[in-house]
């Protein structure tokens, strides 16, 4: 039996998305789901399937986002994602505040539109605790700073320095001179799945150009390279602001679009503002 699903194709800062709603709609099993209208080819193509659900618990959350990586494996947070998720969710008209409560795996957070399709997220506070990232590159309370990992290169075993930090979801952060000849293909997926990432790690790639100014490439872990991650970009002003390299407030140049990073350091949350757009929208065909 062939029935059929509205989708919504969505992006923030060139992470693109297809956006389901599992309140209004029965859908299929989603981590095949998501690698066949993930696929760039064969079907919708997108790096993430963001999953529209009731939260849990109605006194903690307005509503619930499930993230699907395109390789099919479910991830804890999406920092791209939540803003095209309040978007999707203000055009509908399912949600007419400025404000919204957002369940995710890697907590609640809290997206605020600020209008011109410009979303501004309070993010939490970053996990800097090396087993709570998770990572054993480090051991200790943290935070993960300037350590040596080693990988492979050309057949022989190589050192990289990375810091890492988590928010919500795990981030390996290295320096280079330049992003653009920077070997993401050949040390994101190493790093990736190193055994000192047992949950495995998103890498960010960064060139600091100024105290206010980062550029960033990011191998994502179950997609690989995007055009921009978020969730990275705070992961990356944070572990920047911790070594003293950049100011409090930051923008991360990615290679779909820019946002904005503000951190006030010690336990207070980190805020990304950055863009939202709907692209398309469609139905898909399921079998049943």
Request: proline share 6%.
């Amino acid at each position: 039996m062939t029935r059929f699903i509205d989708f919504t194709k969505m992006h923030g800062a060139g992470n693109d998305f297809v956006m389901l709603d599992g309140i209004r709609d029965e859908l299929p099993e989603l981590e095949t789901f998501a690698q066949q209208i993930g696929h760039r080819q064969f079907g919708i193509g997108c790096d993430q399937v963001l999953v529209v659900r009731r939260p849990r618990d109605p006194e903690t959350a307005d509503f619930r986002m499930e993230i699907y990586n395109r390789d099919g494996s479910q991830v804890e947070m999406c920092g791209n994602g939540i803003r095209a998720f309040f978007k999707f969710l203000r055009d509908r008209e399912h949600w007419d505040t400025d404000e919204l409560r957002v369940e995710t795996l890697g907590g609640v957070v809290v997206p605020r539109w600020t209008g011109d399709n410009l979303v501004r997220v309070d993010m939490g506070r970053p996990v800097l605790a090396p087993a709570k990232i998770p990572t054993t590159v480090t051991s200790g309370d943290g935070p993960v700073l300037d350590i040596t990992l080693r990988v492979e290169d050309a057949g022989a075993e190589a050192e990289v320095t990375l810091s890492a930090a988590s928010m919500g979801n795990p981030h390996a952060v290295i320096v280079v001179e330049d992003v653009e000849t920077a070997p993401v293909e050949h040390l994101g997926p190493q790093i990736e799945t190193h055994p000192a990432f047992p949950a495995r790690t998103n890498v960010e790639f960064i060139e600091i150009v100024s105290r206010t100014h980062i550029r960033q490439r990011t191998w994502e872990r179950g997609v690989g390279e995007t055009l921009a991650c978020g969730s990275g970009a705070c992961a990356v002003g944070v572990v920047s602001m911790l070594r003293g390299v950049v100011d409090p407030e930051v923008r991360v140049e990615l290679r779909g679009g820019d946002l904005d990073i503000a951190w006030a350091g010690g336990d207070a949350p980190v805020f990304m503002t950055g863009p939202a757009v709907e692209v398309f929208t469609g139905r898909i065909a399921i079998q049943d």
